[in-house]
């Protein structure tokens, strides 16, 4: 079914790119690089411009470090994602947070979607998406706590433990009032997981995406990467890249990505591929 978010209806062929804009100064990718203001709109128009449907604002930074209460996160979400807002009407606006108190702010200053990136650890959050009929991701993290790392974290089986957790959560989420086309799931690559279970929910994913609830990847840069290549984060978009593709080619809709341009390639390349996406123009051996 097509997937609808803000003012945007996606296709069930479209392969859409979520850009990240970490509003911290400790991500562990960038350090910072969108931590100020006007950085920060710089990095949404050009990840727009870039080929971005998705813009998800995060105030927090997804591992351990100095805490951030509800008044910090919000002090660096909520007037930006009403700036982004007015700059960029039709562009869906994300903002990852665990946090209800934060959903309900952010959500009246103009963001589509809540990207809860672990997996209800607030329940509250889910009503807050229904309260506002906004889009809500569902995501895999093992029961983990927010901010915390996985530690001798052990599965029967990753994926079924997957499939079920993420469809209870959009059943939970459908249940309470929220749209049922504006609901994803995502596996969680890394939250509550070691790197041998976060390449077999990659190279399973196929499974997830039989729920048939759009599926949502966050791969970029991120330490299975790492791992499998034995890099920095600086030196994992070859890796990242090319986990994307799989995905792709298994079904996976949603993209979240530092890279926009580069992962917009792979994901049309892939779509060409397939046959659901016509090159813009195809002269060789034509004329």
């Known amino acids: 079914m097509p997937l609808r978010l803000g003012r945007s209806t996606f296709a069930e062929d479209e392969r859409l790119v979520m850009a990240i804009i970490n509003r911290t100064p400790d991500s562990f990718f960038d350090r910072g690089a ?10 949404v128009n050009r990840a727009v ?22 008044a910090e996160e919000l002090q660096r979400t909520a007037a930006f994602v009403s700036a982004v807002r007015a700059r960029h009407p039709d562009v869906v ?7 209800a108190e934060v959903a309900r702010v952010v959500l009246g200053e103009g963001a589509d979607l ?8 607030d329940p ?3 009503e807050v998406a229904a309260e506002w009929h906004v889009g809500l991701v569902c995501t895999h993290a ?12 052990a599965y029967d089986d990753v994926m079924a433990d997957v499939v079920a957790t993420t469809t209870a959560l959009a059943q939970r989420a459908v249940g309470l009032g929220v749209p049922e086309d504006s609901v994803l799931i995502d596996p969680g690559h890394d939250f509550g997981k070691n790197t041998f279970h ?44 090319a986990a994307t593709a799989v995905c792709s080619w298994l079904g996976a ?3 979240r990505a530092h890279d926009v341009a580069a992962t917009r390639r792979v994901l049309d390349t892939v779509s060409a591929v397939q046959g659901t996406l016509s090159p813009p123009y195809a002269r060789r051996g034509l004329a």
């Not at 809540?114 to 650890?121: H, L």
């Not at 093992?142 to 001798?152: L, N, S, V």
Request: proline share 6%; glycine share 12%.
């Open 124 to 126: 509250a959050l889910a």
């Open 198 to 241: 976060s390449l077999e929910v990659t190279r399973r994913l196929g499974e997830l995406v039989a729920t048939g609830w759009p599926v949502l990847v966050s791969l970029s840069r991120k330490d299975f990467i790492g791992e499998v290549l034995g890099l920095p984060p600086p030196e994992r978009l070859e890796g990242t890249l």
């Open 93 to 99: 606006i994300s903002v990852d947070t665990w946090r």
């Open 142 to 153: 093992g029961g983990a706590q927010p901010r915390t790392r996985p530690h001798r974290v």
């Open 253 to 255: 809709r949603v993209y």
């Open 34 to 43: 969108a931590y100020a203001f006007d950085a920060a709109v710089d990095s």
């Open 114 to 121: 809540i990207n809860d990136a672990w997996g209800g650890a």
């Open 49 to 70: 411009d870039e080929g971005a449907a998705i813009v998800d604002v995060g105030g927090v930074k997804a591992g351990p470090g100095a805490e951030v209460n509800v």
